[in-house]
């Protein structure tokens, strides 16, 4: 028997296995996350494709548990433009996402609070499978986003000054 040779693999393979496909930002302007949990998602083959290639909208995303069941709603996933019309999906269905069931009771406890709800925060690689990042999201007011953008806009301040005396 011949010895089999151990494969290196590069920074750019292992980088390409875990990058980011889409992201959120507005979720994370419009809501305050308290909690995240990585879950994977169900998905035909034009999807996985689509999602590969970059065409991913997770703006007007969100997240219900019904009967027991994680779903991804108003998620924009856009049809192959090669894969004709017969085999394509719908862009807006309704995704199952995959999780354990403790984690699912346990974001149900968490949306049943008042102000709760689920988002999708980002979409990336992990080897070979898609997952997906959803938030336990409380909803900002309009004063708590412009704290928020003094705080940022301080704390740029605050570093260029420093940037200044070095």
């Not at 040779?5 to 419009?30: F, I, M, P, W, Y």
């Not at 412009?146 to 005396?165: G, I, T």
Request: hydrophobic share 35%; with cysteine; net charge positive.
């Amino acid at each position: 028997m011949t010895k089999k040779k151990n494969k290196k693999v590069t920074k750019s393979e292992r980088g390409e296995a875990n990058r980011r496909l889409a992201e959120n930002r507005l979720a994370r302007h419009q809501y305050e996350i308290l909690e995240t949990l990585e879950t994977g998602i169900e998905l035909v083959g034009t999807e996985v494709k689509s999602i590969r290639a970059g065409n991913t909208n997770l703006r007007d995303g969100f997240c219900l548990i019904r009967e027991g069941e994680l779903q991804l709603h108003n998620v924009h996933i856009s049809p192959l433009n090669n894969a004709g019309n017969f085999f394509n999906h719908d862009p807006l269905r309704t995704r199952k996402l995959l999780a354990h069931r403790k984690e699912i009771n346990k974001l149900e406890i968490q949306v049943a609070r008042k102000g709760l709800t689920l988002i999708p925060l980002s979409i990336h690689l992990k080897g070979s499978w898609i997952k997906i990042i959803i938030g336990v999201g409380k909803g900002r007011k309009l004063h708590d986003k412009r704290e928020d953008d003094k705080r940022k806009q301080a704390n740029r301040d605050m570093k260029s000054a420093l940037a200044r005396y070095r």
